[in-house]
């Protein structure tokens, strides 16, 4: 429950060729152009049903950020680990729970940054994104899902470059009022 349509696409496609030689094709093919449009478009046609996302500013013990290259996100794929909210899930709670689902981490603790509009595609209307900053225990093992194709640790600097401008000014507060 409270997964999209194309999250449970992708999942049931990584389930039936979980292992070798399918697997390494399926990921191959999620990587090119033509494969991210086709999930960026399983997107625009088949949204999430309550539009309001949830994201999370991780940073490790050295002060490095924590970036995804995402399955699902066609048109910014390196960005803020996070997914949607499940019907009735206190946002605190889906932050939680779309780290453990994407990455294996449990959360330690949670502080609410900053909300930004987003657009599900033409046509769509508005949604909210909610960005929180995410405390992991430390030295935690990061395991990937289905639904990212690697993970990254940047310096804030680095990663600001590559995550939209909202997710970027999420960054600054957590480092600005970590420093």
Same mark, same amino acid.
Request: aromatic content about 6%; charged content about 25%; overall charge positive.
């Given at each position: 429950?409270? %997964?999209s349509i194309q999250e449970r696409i992708v999942e049931a496609l990584f389930a039936r060729v979980s292992r070798g030689r399918g697997r390494s094709l399926l990921v191959g093919v999620l990587r090119t152009r033509w494969g991210r449009y086709a999930i960026g478009v399983a997107h625009r046609v088949l949204p999430a049903r309550q539009p309001i996302g949830v994201l999370a500013v991780v940073l490790d013990e050295t002060g490095r950020v924590l970036l995804l #290259?995402?399955? +699902?996100?066609?048109e910014h794929p390196i960005g803020l680990p996070g997914g949607w909210l499940a019907r009735a899930?206190?946002?605190?709670?889906? *932050?939680?729970?779309? =780290?453990?689902?994407e990455l294996g981490l449990q959360v330690t603790g949670t502080r609410y940054l900053l909300s930004a509009p987003h657009r $599900?595609?033409?046509?769509?209307?508005?949604? !909210?994104? !909610? *960005?929180? &900053? &995410? %405390? *992991? &225990?430390a030295g935690a093992l990061v395991t990937l899902s289905g639904e990212v !194709?690697?993970?990254?640790?940047? +310096?804030? #600097?680095?990663? =600001?470059? $590559? =995550?939209? #401008?909202?997710?970027?000014?999420?960054?600054?507060l957590v480092v600005t009022r970590d420093a």
């Amino acid at each position: 429950m409270g %997964k999209s349509i194309q999250e449970r696409i992708v999942e049931a496609l990584f389930a039936r060729v979980s292992r070798g030689r399918g697997r390494s094709l399926l990921v191959g093919v999620l990587r090119t152009r033509w494969g991210r449009y086709a999930i960026g478009v399983a997107h625009r046609v088949l949204p999430a049903r309550q539009p309001i996302g949830v994201l999370a500013v991780v940073l490790d013990e050295t002060g490095r950020v924590l970036l995804l #290259d995402h399955v +699902s996100r066609a048109e910014h794929p390196i960005g803020l680990p996070g997914g949607w909210l499940a019907r009735a899930e206190r946002p605190e709670d889906g *932050v939680c729970r779309e =780290l453990h689902e994407e990455l294996g981490l449990q959360v330690t603790g949670t502080r609410y940054l900053l909300s930004a509009p987003h657009r $599900q595609g033409t046509g769509r209307p508005y949604g !909210l994104t !909610l *960005v929180f &900053a &995410a %405390k *992991v &225990a430390a030295g935690a093992l990061v395991t990937l899902s289905g639904e990212v !194709l690697r993970v990254m640790w940047m +310096s804030p #600097d680095e990663a =600001l470059t $590559q =995550l939209r #401008d909202f997710e970027a000014e999420a960054v600054r507060l957590v480092v600005t009022r970590d420093a």
